[in-house]
C-alpha cells in the first residue's frame, strides 16, 4: 500500500505547476514590497521575523538568479506568508492597489493626451474645404516638442519646427479658454500682405514680395455637410513652400457684405500668423482684435483743425502699417492734402453744328493758342515721329488705330505751354469742332495726347449725341472735381426776321438775324473771333463801331451788313441786316444801337434775351419765322476735369506716444536725435524741439500734465513757414491738455498674432466621419 502524500503536496498536485514567467512576475513585486516593508517599517517588526524575511528575500534571489523555478516558487510562497503573518500592517489593501493603478492609468492617459496625440472637433467651416464642421481629428502633441500641462511652455521645439502651411490647433490668443485650427502663413521675420483675393509674402531676409501660387481646380463648392453644391464661390490650389493645399474664394453676390480684406503684417519674434482655409469666411489673424485703452492721434489734430489752419480743403486719413500700432500707447496717422494740381488737368469742349459754322469756330479755337507755340500737324505725322510706334515695332497695331483715326480729322493743330497740351480738331463731315486741353501730367507728351484723342474720337463716332461727359475719361488714380456747362436755350437765341418780298431762305437781302450769347461759357472772345471769321474772314477785315462801344465790330457787302458788339456784362450778340432794309451802314448801326440799349435788361434777366429785337421795330410786314425745334443735342458743351494731387509734400504726419517707458524729457531727447537739425526750442512746450530739412518742420514735445509725447512732421508743400507748422503743433498743445481728446477707453486694435506657446499641435488625421476616416490633412 502506498503512502499518501501531503495535503501540501496533494494541492500541488491539483493545482499544477505554475509558469515561470508568472513565478517571476509574483517574486518581482513580493521583493519589492518586502524590500520597502524593511526599510520603511522594520523598527516596529521583532528581530527574529526580521532576520527571517532577509533571509527569504535572499533565497529568493538565489532561486530568480539560478532559474530553479520550483524553489522559487516555494521560496515565494513563503516570503508571502511571512509578510502577511509579522507586516500585514504595512501591507496595501485591494481597495488602494486599485485606486493606486487606476491613478496610474489615468496619469498615463493624460501625459498621452498632453504630449502625444490629442483628438478634437472643428466646430466651424472656417477651414473649408480642407475641414468641415463636425469633422473629428487627431493633433500631434508631440511633432513641435512637448508642452508642459496647464502652460505655455514647450520643451523639445528642436524635435520639429512650425512650417509655412501647417494645420495647426492652438489656444485663441484673444480667449485661451477656446481652441481654434487654422494654417499658418506667416512666421517670425515674415511679412504677409493681403490684398483682396492676392495672398503675398516676405520671408525674414528676404527683400521682395512674392505672390502665393494658386490655380483654380474643377471642383464644385459644397456646404458644411459636404452634401448641397454652393453657388458664387470657387476653389483654388494654393502652394506656399512647395506645400499645396486647397482654399476657398467667395464671388460675385456670394461676396455682398463682407469686407474686402486688405493689410500688410510684420510677424514678431516668437509669434505666428494664421489664416483659414475658407477665405472669405474665416475669423483669423486678419480680423483678429482686443479691446484697449488707446491713443488716438487723429483726436489731436483733426481735417477740421487743418481747414482752420491751411490753405486746403480737401484731406484724406490714414495710418501707415506700422508695427508699433500694435501697442496701444502709440499712435501714428498721416493726413494728405487733396491739392490742386493744373499739370493733372483736363479739359474738353465740344461744337456741334454750331451757329457760327464749325470751321470759325476750329479758327476761333486756333487764334486763341497763339501764345502756346501752336502748329498745324496731324495723327499721322505725330506717330511717325515716335520711335515707339514705328512700323513693324511692339505698338504697330496702336500705330495703325492712332493712323486710321486720323481719316476723320479735316484738321488739327496742338501747342503746348509750361501747364497743359492744347488741341483743336476740326471734323468736316460731323460739321463739329473739337478742342482738348490735357495737363502735361495727365499727357505727358504727344502721342499720350493723340491717345485720349483717339479714345474721344472714337466714342464721338459711335454716338455724335453723347455729351462731353461721356466723351472724356480721367484717370482713375487720381481724384478730380468735375465742372460740366452746356449752352442752353436761356443762354442762347437766334432769330430771322424776312420782309414781305423775301424769296426764301437764301434770300439775304431781304431778311433780318440777331443770334445773342449771354455769357458763353468759350468766352466773349471766342465768340466775337469766331463771328468775325465767319462773316467778315477775320477781325482785320472788320471796322471798329465806337458808337456801339469799345469792343463792337462792322462788316458789310453788297448783300448785307454784319454787326459783332460784345458788351461789357457778358452779352455778345452778332446782328445782320440785308441791304433791303439797310441800304446805308448807318442804319444798320442805329438798329443796333437799338438792340444795344436792350441789353442791360438782358443781362439781368435771361428772359429778356428774346425780347432784344422785335418785327416791329423793322417796319410794316415784317414776320418772324418759326423758332426751329428744341435741339436734341447741345449745341456747345464743356467738361473741365480739375485734378488733385494726394502726396506726401502735401501732408502732415503726427505721433503720439502714451507714458514712455524713458519718461518725456529723455524719450524727446532720443526722437530729437533722430531728427536732422534738431534744436531745443520752448514755443510749444518746455523741453521741447524744432528740426527743418529741405522738405519738412518737426516739432517735439511732451505734455505733463497728460503724459502724451508727440512729434509732428509737417510738408513745406502744407507748411511753407516755421509759423505754419508752429499753428498746427500749437493747436495739437492746447487739446493734448485733455485726456479724453485721445484716449479710448474701449478701443478696438489688431491683434493678429498666435504666441508660439499657444500652439497646442499639428492636425494630422480625420477620424470621423467614417467616409473620411484616416484621411490625412493637407
Known amino acids: ?5 501531503p495535503a501540501g503536496d496533494k494541492g500541488e498536485k491539483e493545482r499544477g ?6 513565478v517571476r512576475a509574483a517574486a518581482t513585486i513580493l521583493v519589492k514590497e518586502g524590500r520597502r516593508i524593511l526599510k520603511k517599517h522594520a523598527g516596529r517588526i521583532a528581530r527574529e521575523p526580521v532576520e527571517a524575511i532577509r533571509s527569504t528575500l535572499a533565497e529568493v534571489e538565489r532561486s530568480r538568479a539560478a532559474r530553479d523555478w520550483g524553489a522559487l516558487e ?4 513563503e516570503l508571502d506568508e511571512l509578510l502577511h503573518t509579522h507586516a500585514s500592517f504595512a501591507r496595501k489593501s485591494a481597495l488602494r492597489e486599485t485606486f493606486e493603478n487606476v491613478a496610474v492609468a489615468v496619469l498615463v492617459a493624460l501625459g498621452l493626451r498632453s504630449c502625444v ?3 478634437f472637433k472643428i466646430p466651424s467651416g472656417s477651414m473649408m474645404p480642407t475641414l468641415r464642421s463636425g469633422d473629428h481629428i487627431f493633433v500631434n502633441k508631440f511633432v513641435y516638442g512637448i508642452q508642459i500641462p496647464f502652460t505655455n511652455t514647450v520643451v523639445g521645439e528642436s524635435l520639429g519646427e512650425i512650417r509655412r502651411g501647417d494645420v495647426v490647433v492652438f489656444r485663441y490668443p484673444i480667449d485661451e479658454s477656446e481652441d481654434f485650427i487654422k494654417r499658418v502663413i506667416g512666421l517670425p521675420g515674415d511679412t504677409i500682405r493681403v490684398d483682396g483675393d492676392a495672398v503675398s509674402i516676405r520671408r525674414a531676409g528676404e527683400e521682395s514680395f512674392e505672390v502665393l501660387e ?7 463648392c459644397r456646404d458644411e455637410g459636404g452634401e448641397r453644391l454652393v453657388s458664387g464661390c470657387a476653389l483654388y490650389e494654393e502652394t506656399l513652400d512647395g506645400r499645396t ?22 510677424v514678431p519674434e516668437g509669434r505666428l500668423l494664421v ?14 482684435t482686443r479691446t484697449v485703452e488707446a491713443v488716438n492721434a487723429d483726436g489731436l489734430l483733426t481735417i477740421k483743425d487743418l481747414r482752420d489752419l491751411t490753405g486746403e480743403r480737401l484731406f484724406s486719413l490714414a495710418r501707415p502699417d506700422d508695427p508699433s500700432r500694435q501697442d496701444p500707447k502709440i499712435d501714428h496717422v498721416v493726413y494728405k492734402a487733396d491739392h490742386r494740381s493744373p499739370p493733372h488737368d483736363l479739359e474738353l469742349e465740344v461744337w456741334r453744328q454750331p451757329s457760327l459754322g464749325a470751321s470759325a469756330i476750329y479758327a476761333a479755337a486756333v487764334a486763341a493758342m497763339k501764345d502756346q507755340d501752336p502748329r498745324e500737324t496731324s495723327f499721322t505725322a505725330i506717330v511717325d515721329a515716335s520711335p515707339l510706334h514705328a512700323p513693324g515695332g511692339k505698338r504697330a497695331r496702336a500705330r495703325e488705330r492712332l493712323i486710321r483715326q486720323d481719316e476723320s480729322i479735316t484738321a488739327m493743330t496742338l501747342g503746348r505751354d509750361a501747364v497743359a497740351f492744347t488741341a483743336a480738331l476740326h471734323l468736316g463731315e460731323a460739321d463739329a469742332t473739337i478742342r482738348l486741353r490735357c495737363g502735361v501730367a495727365a499727357c505727358r507728351d504727344e502721342v499720350e495726347v493723340i491717345e485720349r484723342l483717339a479714345t474721344i474720337l472714337a466714342a464721338f463716332e459711335h454716338n455724335r449725341d453723347q455729351d462731353a461727359r461721356q466723351l472724356l475719361e480721367g484717370d482713375r488714380a487720381l481724384r478730380y472735381s468735375q465742372h460740366w456747362t452746356s449752352r442752353s436755350p436761356e443762354r442762347f437765341v437766334d432769330r430771322t426776321f424776312r420782309s414781305p418780298t423775301s424769296k426764301g431762305d437764301d434770300d439775304v437781302a431781304a431778311s433780318v438775324r440777331l443770334r445773342v450769347w449771354r455769357q458763353p461759357d468759350e468766352g466773349e472772345a471766342m465768340v466775337r473771333e469766331a463771328a468775325l471769321i465767319a462773316l467778315a474772314g477775320g477781325p482785320e477785315a472788320a471796322a471798329a463801331a465806337p458808337d456801339l462801344g469799345a469792343d463792337a465790330w462792322l462788316s458789310s457787302d453788297d448783300k448785307r451788313v454784319a454787326i459783332v458788339s460784345v458788351d461789357p456784362s457778358g452779352v455778345v450778340f452778332v446782328f445782320e441786316c440785308g441791304r433791303q432794309l439797310c441800304r446805308q451802314d448807318s442804319y444798320a448801326l442805329g438798329l443796333a444801337g437799338l438792340i444795344n440799349d436792350r441789353v442791360p435788361a438782358a443781362a439781368r434777366d435771361r428772359r429778356a434775351l428774346g425780347e432784344l429785337l422785335a418785327a416791329s421795330d423793322l417796319g410794316d410786314g415784317w414776320t418772324e419765322d418759326d423758332p426751329p425745334p428744341p435741339p436734341t443735342r447741345y449745341e456747345y458743351d464743356r467738361i473741365r476735369l480739375e485734378g488733385t494731387e494726394r502726396s506726401l509734400p502735401y501732408s502732415v504726419a503726427i505721433w503720439i506716444w502714451l507714458r514712455p517707458e524713458d519718461g518725456l524729457a529723455a524719450a524727446s531727447r532720443r526722437l530729437a536725435d533722430a531728427v536732422q537739425g534738431a534744436e531745443p526750442d520752448d514755443a510749444i512746450a518746455s523741453g521741447g524741439y524744432v528740426g527743418e530739412s529741405v522738405e519738412s518742420y518737426t516739432m517735439i514735445f511732451g505734455i505733463p500734465s497728460t503724459d502724451a509725447l508727440i512729434q509732428i512732421e509737417c510738408r513745406k508743400g502744407l507748411c511753407p513757414t516755421r509759423d505754419a507748422a508752429s499753428a498746427i503743433a500749437r493747436r495739437v498743445a492746447e487739446k493734448a491738455l485733455d485726456r479724453d481728446t485721445f484716449i479710448d ?4 486694435r489688431p491683434s493678429p498674432f498666435v504666441p508660439r506657446g499657444n500652439v497646442k499641435g499639428r492636425a494630422d488625421r480625420i477620424w470621423l466621419p467614417l467616409r473620411r476616416f484616416w484621411l490625412p490633412i493637407r
Open 1 to 5: 500500500m502506498k503512502a499518501k502524500p
Open 17 to 22: 505547476p505554475r509558469n515561470p514567467r508568472q
Open 74 to 77: 516555494r521560496s515565494t510562497e
Open 117 to 119: 496625440y490629442e483628438p
Open 214 to 220: 494658386r490655380r483654380q481646380i474643377s471642383e464644385p
Open 245 to 266: 493645399y486647397v482654399v476657398r474664394y467667395l464671388g460675385g453676390d456670394a461676396r455682398l457684405g463682407i469686407q474686402r480684406r486688405k493689410g500688410e503684417w510684420q
Open 275 to 288: 489664416m483659414g482655409d475658407n477665405r472669405n469666411q474665416s475669423h483669423d489673424s486678419l480680423v483678429w
Open 745 to 748: 477707453p474701449a478701443a478696438e
